[in-house]
């Protein structure tokens, strides 16, 4: 038996899940963008004191790395990490988008495609089929009417979160669907618990978040 604890502050919302091997033991979630810091100690402290527990009964950390927002990337992993080292536990990197994919495992579609807003018509996205293998490894791309024209010619795809409105209102393809899914960090659980079982463990001195590459647009067909 293992206790993870669970952080993601990479999207809008911040949450803390903490978790026996991959079962749910607590969550916590605060929607302000603004106050993550602030409120992320404490949840903390709140939440181990509800489940009977002290940082030390801890067996490692888990993090949501990114990409998303700058700031509550860099929270989160200088939170996990200082923990980590104080407690002398280990620390696992989860992607955000493979957590979020987690999130929408029942969709009918042949793929998952989460975006997370970066402003404009950027956004930060993969592709992921139902056993979480990437078809498109987690990248920032400029949407165009275009994009996703060559997967979507042969899969259904769901595209969720706060960047997916953008293409939404750019592409008809019967083939592309739309859904409002808000994942937490109680969708890293089973991620984070393989991770764990498999001695997958992040560098504590190294580590930082994935802010995302170059941006380019993938999977577009020019006439």
């Known amino acids: 038996m293992s206790y993870i604890l669970n952080i993601d502050t990479a999207v809008v919302s911040a949450s803390l899940c903490l978790a026996k091997d991959s079962e749910v033991v607590g969550l916590k979630i605060n929607p302000s963008q603004k106050d993550h810091a602030s409120w992320l100690h404490v949840a903390i402290k709140e939440m181990m004191e509800e489940a009977g527990l002290s940082l030390q009964d801890l067996d490692a950390i888990a993090v949501s790395s990114g990409p998303g927002s700058y700031t509550g990337l860099r929270v989160s992993m200088a939170t996990a990490k200082g923990l980590c080292y104080a407690l002398q536990k280990p620390l696992i990197t989860v992607s955000t988008l493979k957590m979020m994919a987690v999130a929408a495992l029942d969709a009918p579609t042949t793929l998952l495609c989460p975006m997370i807003?970066?402003?404009?018509?950027?956004?930060?996205?993969?592709?992921?089929?139902?056993?979480?293998?990437?078809?498109?490894?987690?990248?920032?791309?400029?949407?165009?009417?275009?994009?996703f024209d060559e997967l979507l010619h042969t899969n259904s795809i769901l595209f969720f979160g706060n960047g997916s409105e953008k293409f939404m209102h750019l592409t008809s393809d019967p083939n592309a669907y739309f859904k409002k899914l808000d994942a937490t960090a109680q969708h890293m659980t089973g991620l984070s618990f393989s991770q764990f079982e498999n001695q997958e463990f992040a560098d504590l001195a190294y580590s930082e978040p994935f802010y995302g590459k170059a941006f380019y647009t993938p999977f577009v067909k020019h006439s």
Not at 129 to 146: F, Q
């Open 117 to 147: 807003d970066a402003r404009r018509m950027e956004v930060f996205t993969a592709v992921y089929d139902h056993s979480l293998s990437e078809i498109l490894s987690p990248v920032n791309i400029i949407l165009e009417k275009e994009s």
